[in-house]
């Protein structure tokens, strides 16, 4: 029969709700409907079903769906053994990373498929066969314990003397060991007392590692005792209970389902509630109390574990709400218009707990409005907050790649310290802040389960802004109260306890520190420049010879070249002798347009104009000489001189300088060039390539400025070679190359070319501005600029030489003089393999700094100070430290952002709400929200961390 009153006063209640559906949707505090659907899957998969929040909304759902699937099931199996066989093993299962191994199947699958040899990725390289085994040795020895427990041990309620009540006090031993040995690892206990076992006044990364050997010690024990003793001692406890004995109702299959996956899922939570049920049931026996009475063991538990969530979250969201209430009253600026708020605040104290109370109830977060101490309660939502999928949306920029490169290393010191219990208590929801010099790292746990943790990392911008800095400061000095301080008191007191970052550990990271030096004295040295010309033909040299020796089918030749024994002739414009008469305009023209509309004074000034109206004596190709095809037996006749067979060879052509283009049709004047040869049979190998042949300067500019050519260094170059390991006699080899006069008239053409258009033909000293401005790839107009930029791969070459000329003309006034050709060659050597040199803006810098090259510089010019500066990038393992941020805190500024920008429209980007302040970090938690709210430049997808 329907109970028409308990209708009817349903109705009443929903009229009365129906009129204030408006004002709450108006206040946001009324759920969106996808929102609301993702909160109930969780609280019902968390609280109910014993399982974790997911890192997707998809793994959410399907989660949800087994979970709920497990605990029907088990109601419709008849063996008592049998469910409790099914609901350890699922428990077990269910707990695992099933996200991470579904992707490593599916990886596998496709392999197979396409018999791919890809490389693995990252999941696939962390699960292996090893922790498959370990699972399935735990799962058996789970399965058999639970199955002999269960079937042998029937013993009636628990009792002082029961089995049951036994293993409850090893329980309890087990939570006390636990709880001590994850305390000790932190630098604080509690949050209060300085941990007296934590290393002090740590600095580096040796030296760290040093002093934290003994809690790496009990570390492992923590481990240890977490996930093989402690699961095993709850699975006894669970088997060993009355409740299974007989029929099971709903009840039992939803509290014992939940129980058994909760031991594993989440371990450390799951003991401390059976302790307290343990405990419970032991200080009150009576059979008449209704806790004894009405409930079984799993829905005690169920109730116990809802209690102990929120009443943390009562105690997170009280303590905001104080952090709140002071950061308020200790603003100077803002006190007077919130002095009345905080008054209202202590007068109305009972009803601001009664939103507290009623937002801890809901798992909702605890909106201050604008931050001020005006609270209401936020709408339900989901762990992750913000509706988008976890690592999608980021505001990228130069700085990102600076996290990129560092988040791999981080990944693997977070596993070592989850594991070992330094970060404390490991929840879903939970956050962490990083700090590395002017990075600012931001860690979120998205879901935990056995043996693995699941986590997104964001990083901040590095180019700080008033506000940015103002709370980057605070943060620094919480750390250093923390980790830096010197005081020999055994126990000191946390200095920072009401911010709402508690510190935890350092981690060592292998990442890239950034030191930035003013070149004053160096680079406007009149002396360091006037060295500077000279070591840049060296360095030219060094870079050529390098580049053709290291060719890929070097070594391939030098093998044919030594088994047909013959010499490679080439045409090349000789050098003492030219067919072209000289024009006496030559000289004047190149002096009267090389660098007068540049000036110095402007140093970032627009890009010079490259004048293209004359284009004199540049290199045509003649094409009147006919040359034998390579590998043909025909012989040619150029000019009255005859040219027998030509080896084969398609390297290089006839060219001459400055003659005119024949017309077809007319008689062909056949221009006699000299054909010159190698001496040595294998100079061909390291000749450059053909275009980089061809000369745009006036011969008798060129005889000038060959004599600045080294040729001592040329040759010393030469012999250095290793090209030619594997010849027998390849110091002989290497001693023809570089008596061969022909080649080295070919290098004096390329590197004095290039040469000539850094600095033009006069060789005057160049400015600092010169200096910078050819850094950076600007050059001056020259005759042989248009020359250089036709040919990309020589022009690359010749600005990287003249970048680490550069570079070694700091090395050499900080470090001192190169004594010979020796330590030059091991100074430019380490150049190439440990350096990137180069502009903080050249997409080299991005993949140098992913591929972690040691070391980066770029030169670069302060206006504001006007001095010229260098940027150096070391990579080594440095100390990141690492603190726990108020979960609730950062709920609710989250919760006002979303509440002040969607629901108020308050756009302002100078509003209150973000402005810095040192106890809530305002300003660097709006930074972390996800876009377009938040602007993080980087933002990881879930990254999976095993614990073991």
């Not at 036994?166 to 087990?174: D, E, R």
């Not at 693997?412 to 310290?417: D, G, K, P």
């Not at 040219?643 to 400055?658: A, C």
């Not at 950062?890 to 006002?896: D, F, K, L, T």
Request: glycine share 6%; hydrophobic share 45%; aromatic share 10%.
């Amino acid at each position: 029969m329907i109970n028409v009153p308990a209708l009817e006063q349903m109705n009443q209640i929903l009229h009365i709700l129906f009129i204030f559906l408006p004002f709450l949707w108006a206040l946001g505090t009324l759920p969106p409907p996808d929102a609301l659907f993702l909160w109930a899957m969780e609280q019902v998969l968390e609280f109910g079903l014993g399982g974790s929040s997911m890192s997707t909304h998809l793994w959410l759902l399907v989660m949800f769906t087994i979970s709920a699937g497990t605990a029907v099931t088990s109601y419709f199996i008849p063996s008592t053994v049998g469910v409790v066989l099914f609901m350890t093993g699922l428990g077990f299962l269910l707990s695992l990373n099933l996200s991470d191994m579904s992707l490593v199947f599916k990886h596998s699958v496709t392999r197979v498929g396409t018999k791919s040899k890809a490389s693995p990725s990252g999941s696939e390289k962390q699960f292996t066969w090893k922790e498959c085994l370990f699972y399935i040795i735990i799962l058996v020895l789970a399965l058999t314990e639970t199955s002999l427990l269960h079937h042998f041990a029937r013993f009636p309620q628990i009792s002082n003397n029961s089995p049951q009540a036994i293993v409850g006090y090893i329980l309890m031993i087990l939570l006390i060991i636990l709880w001590i040995l994850r305390e000790i690892q932190s630098v604080y206990i509690f949050g209060i007392v300085r941990n007296p076992l934590y290393p002090k006044d740590v600095q580096t990364v040796t030296l760290f590692l040093e002093k934290q050997t003994r809690l790496v010690k009990i570390g492992v024990v923590r481990r240890i005792l977490l996930n093989l003793v402690s699961p095993f001692a709850m699975i006894a406890f669970l088997s060993l209970d009355s409740s299974l004995q007989g029929l099971h109702s709903v009840s039992v299959s939803i509290g014992f389902t939940r129980a058994f996956r909760k031991v594993w899922q989440s371990t450390e939570n799951a003991l401390l509630e059976t302790v307290i049920v343990s405990v419970v049931h032991l200080l009150i026996s009576s059979t008449d109390v209704w806790w004894n009475r009405s409930l079984d063991t799993g829905i005690r538990l169920l109730l116990v574990g809802i209690m102990r969530d929120r009443l943390i979250q009562f105690i997170s969201k009280l303590q905001f709400a104080v952090t709140v209430l002071l950061a308020s009253w200790t603003e100077k600026k803002r006190r007077k218009s919130t002095t009345s708020l905080c008054i209202l605040n202590i007068v109305f104290f009972p009803f601001v707990l009664v939103f507290i109370v009623f937002s801890t109830l809901l798992s909702s977060p605890l909106l201050p409005l604008f931050t001020l101490p005006l609270f209401l309660v936020g709408f339900p939502r989901p762990i992750q907050i913000w509706p988008g999928a976890v690592g999608t949306t980021a505001c990228m920029c130069a700085d990102t790649v600076y996290y990129y490169q560092m988040v791999p290393s981080l990944t693997t010191a977070l596993q070592s310290a989850m594991a070992a219990g330094s970060l404390g208590l490991l929840l879903p929801g939970s956050h962490y802040l990083g700090r590395f010099q002017d990075r600012l790292i931001w860690i979120m746990i998205l879901e935990c389960g056995y043996t693995y943790c699941c986590i997104n990392i964001k990083g901040l911008e590095l180019q700080e802004t008033s506000c940015h800095t103002a709370e980057a400061q605070r943060v620094d000095e919480v750390f250093q109260s923390a980790f830096e301080q010197e005081s020999s008191r055994i126990c000191s007191i946390n200095e920072h306890f009401g911010n709402v970052l508690t510190p935890c550990t350092v981690l060592p990271v292998k990442l890239y520190s950034d030191a930035r030096n003013v070149l004053s004295g160096i680079i406007d040295s009149h002396d360091n420049l006037k060295e500077f010309n000279g070591d840049l033909i060296k360095v030219l040299v060094w870079i050529l010879v390098q580049y053709c020796s290291r060719r890929p089918n070097v070594q391939k030749v030098v093998h044919e070249m030594e088994n047909k024994g013959k010499a490679s002739p080439i045409i090349l414009p000789a050098l003492t002798a030219s067919p072209q008469t000289q024009s006496p305009e030559d000289t004047d023209s190149l002096n009267s347009e090389i660098l007068d509309d540049w000036s110095d004074d402007n140093i970032f000034g627009d890009e010079p104009t490259i004048k293209k109206g004359k284009e004199k004596d540049q290199l045509k190709v003649v094409p009147g000489i006919n040359l034998p095809i390579p590998g043909s037996l025909e012989a040619q006749e150029v000019g009255d001189h005859f040219l027998g067979t030509v080896p084969e060879s398609s390297l290089y052509k006839s060219v001459i300088l400055g003659y005119p283009v024949v017309d077809k049709g007319k008689p062909k004047d056949m221009a006699y060039i000299p054909l010159l040869e190698f001496s040595c049979s294998h100079s061909h190998l390291l000749s450059l390539p053909e275009e980089w042949t061809s000369n745009c300067l006036p011969n008798s500019k060129m005889r000038e400025m060959s004599s600045l050519f080294p040729e001592e260094w040329y040759q010393f170059v030469l012999r250095q070679l290793e090209c030619f390991h594997s010849e027998e006699n390849a110091s002989n080899v290497l001693e023809e190359i570089a008596k061969d006069k022909v080649l080295k008239d070919f290098y004096v053409h390329a590197v004095m070319t290039c040469y000539f258009s850094f600095f033009g033909v006069d060789n005057m000293v160049p400015s600092p501005g010169h200096l910078l401005r050819v850094y950076s790839g600007v050059l001056p107009w020259s005759l042989a600029l248009d020359w250089l930029t036709e040919k990309p791969e020589l022009f690359q070459l010749a600005l990287k030489a003249f970048r680490y000329t550069l570079k070694l003309m700091i090395d050499k006034a900080s470090l001192g003089s190169i004594e010979d050709f020796k330590e030059l060659t091991n100074c430019l050597e380490e150049y190439e393999t440990d350096w990137y040199i180069g502009l903080v803006s050249d997409e080299k810098w991005k993949e140098a700094v992913l591929q972690e090259k040691p070391y980066l510089f770029s030169l670069g010019y302060d206006p504001n100070m006007g001095v010229y500066t260098g940027r150096v990038l070391t990579l080594q393992e440095m100390l990141v430290q690492v603190g726990k941020l108020n979960a609730e805190a950062v709920r609710g500024q989250w919760a006002n952002l979303s509440w002040e920008l969607l629901y108020a429209t308050n756009d302002d980007e100078e509003r209150y709400s973000i402005q810095a302040h040192p106890l809530l970090l305002r300003n660097l938690t709006v930074q972390a929200a996800d876009p377009p709210l938040g602007y993080p430049i980087y933002s990881s997808k879930p990254l999976h961390i095993h614990l073991y």
